[in-house]
T-cell receptor, first 113, second 111 residues
């Protein structure tokens, strides 16, 4: 596979469930990102990992917990979510040098009931 | 507050026409600029990086005006497949990682 892949593509969960989103990049990049995109809003950066260390955490509630076991994989662990957390969750990767162009996976469309 | 502002549209344009979008940014120290396109319910895809001298890729031309702090995207001979939302993106000069995203301009090309 090439590029950035994400699983699952769709997820419906109740507020008491625990689930995880997975992202894998095949581009040899050294930074990975989680974004949230709600309808008609700009992308919101949630977390950034550079060389497997978390470098940004934009005031995200603790019910979202990221994990980056290596430079190619990124997880977002979800627990006790709220209906307002329903959104498209996008993973991206980039090479931190120069222009820092980011490349995205197809996203996970999450619905919290 | 750091911002990137775009006209949300929609721009309704006949096939074959030329269309242009502008986007303004608030941080004069920004160094990296991009246009992404996003199709409905899909991920953003990098369309063009925007360089100081301006750049062209086929029917697409991007320009940067630092003095007025805006970026433009020109699409010539528009195709039905150009229908999408176009996102203007600027780097956050206070971070090595963060990009500041506009909310997008929706373009609809009509036959």
């Amino acid at each position: 596979e090439t590029g950035v892949t994400q699983t699952p593509r769709h997820l419906v969960m109740g507020m008491t469930n625990k689930k995880s989103l997975k992202c894998e990049q095949h581009l040899g990049h050294n930074a990975m990102y989680w974004y949230k995109q709600s309808a008609k809003k700009p992308l919101e950066l949630m977390f950034v990992y550079s060389l497997e260390e978390r470098v940004e955490n934009n005031s995200v509630p603790s019910r979202f917990s990221p994990e980056c076991p290596n430079s190619s994989h990124l997880f977002l662990h979800l627990h006790t979510l709220q209906p307002e957390d329903s959104a498209l969750y996008l993973c991206a990767s980039s090479q931190i040098s120069g222009y820092n162009e980011q490349f995205f996976g197809p996203g996970t469309r999450l619905t919290v009931l | 507050r750091k911002e990137v502002e775009q006209d949300p549209g929609p721009f309704n344009v006949p096939e074959g026409a030329t269309v242009a979008f502008n986007c303004t940014y608030s941080n004069s120290a920004s160094q990296s600029f991009f246009w992404y396109r996003q199709d409905c319910r899909k991920e953003p895809k990098l369309l063009m990086s925007v360089y100081s001298s301006g750049n062209e890729d086929g029917r697409f031309t991007a320009q940067l005006n630092r003095a007025s702090q805006y970026i433009s995207l020109l699409i010539r001979d528009s195709k039905l497949s150009d229908s999408a939302t176009y996102l203007c993106v600027v780097n956050d000069q206070d971070s090595n990682y963060q990009l500041i995203w506009g909310a997008g301009t929706k373009l609809i090309i009509k036959p």
